[in-house]
């Protein structure tokens, strides 16, 4: 079916359901966990086959992740739908307002190749739980997780309400500029600057989830310095387990390393250490050989300190530590995506903080520092979609807090509550009886202005 139909497709069927209440709406989120179910084996094994994850990465960062926001949301939705309360302008007393919030009705959500079944499905938990419905295209760069993925959708759902459109980019591009009522995006920067500029000619908002070099702050205040080289295993532990994650392949990955100059080397060799313990099992291999040959690229740029080894037949790269960079090394000014972890030593976190300033704001910031100042400073000179002290990624691994990006690293909010209120839209709603009529209101005004005036002032403007 053209993908200029498809809105009309859905909405069509949205019409013919009528009040998509709380328990019809329960119900399509129960039809999504028991697709699930049917169909966990199959999608691990598609991630296998496209991305080489190991049977516990599958399901621990992907089905799980999904599942654990569909519960969110069985658990949440009543609360969420209910209309809230507010408070009357002066000139419609006496009378009741509420807020309610509307499903906004053909939702089209394009899937990144790097978690193809999480960052495609745990939108649609959110389009399900707004009463919406949705067109997901999943990506062509992770076929077998596409097919596994439309498989499921079709044997759990009516395609008035979700279906599954796979092909390429140019079938993207034919979608992105389809009247659906929202757009949710999750991939490169460049391609969503494209599909905003399309939305924005047909006046489809979006929520755009792209990415950018999420940096790692590491400077202890003075009184913490003999502390954190006590804690430095720990923290290049969480440090390396962010970038071994899907081999570096995830938007929240730690890019690099911004670190106290007196710290650079025990920081590199601990971190050699702490990937070394984590084997090779679970990494997982480079997507496809354009990007594998991006990456060795990098290799040459600067001191490999760890690691560096890699396998041009199965694509797969040793986590890697590298130093002694170039400022204009390519490595440090392009998204890394994969398991090259570039280390740079500054003099103090006063440097660090001015050399960040002027760049576009990442998805994520990193800073390990227990000092209640350090954290008080970072805070506020610095931007990002997300902030996480004395750990990497955990923060987008629940439902509970938004996430997304700002200017080049995204725009809008979902996970949880966020989805609910990206796939709705607001509706205020106004009830008066007739009567009374004060006449007051309307001309000729029987009331002189200056009178008129205390009036509003003292029960109007506040």
Known sequence: MSGFLLPDRQRAWLASQGSRDVGARKDSLKKLLAGLDRYETSLIDALNSDLGKSPIQAYTSEIHLVRQEIGHALKHLRGWMKP???????????????????PCGSVLIIGPWNYPVQLLLTPLVGVLAAGSCAVLKPSEHAPATSAAVAKLVADSFDPGEVCVVEGDGERAAELAAAPFDHIFFTGGIGTGRKIAAVAGGNLVPVTLELGGKCPVLLFPAATERERTLKSLNVIARRIAWGKYLNAGQTCVAPDHVLV?????????????????SFGREDLGRIV?????????????????????KYDFADLMIEPTVVTDLPTDASVLQEEIFGPILPVVPYEDLEQALAALEPLPAPLALYAFTRDPGTRRRITARTKSGSLCFNDTVVQITGPTLPFG????????RYRGRASFDAFTRERSVMTRSVWP??????????????????????????
């Open 260 to 276: 106290d100059r007196g710290l650079a080397e025990p920081l590199v060799d601990a971190l050699g250490r702490a990937f070394d």
């Open 288 to 308: 496809n050989r354009s990007h594998f040959d991006r990456l060795i690229a990098y290799l040459g740029e600067g001191r490999i300190r760890h690691g560096g």
């Open 84 to 102: 809230q309360r507010r408070k009357v302008p002066a000139l419609a007393w006496p009378g009741r307002a509420e807020v309610n919030r509307d």
């Open 405 to 412: 990006g700002l200017g080049p690293s995204g725009m809008g």
């Open 437 to 462: 009529d004060l006449p007051f209101r309307y001309p000729p005004s029987p009331i002189p202005l200056g009178k008129l005036r205390k009036f509003l002032r003292r029960f109007g403007e506040r």
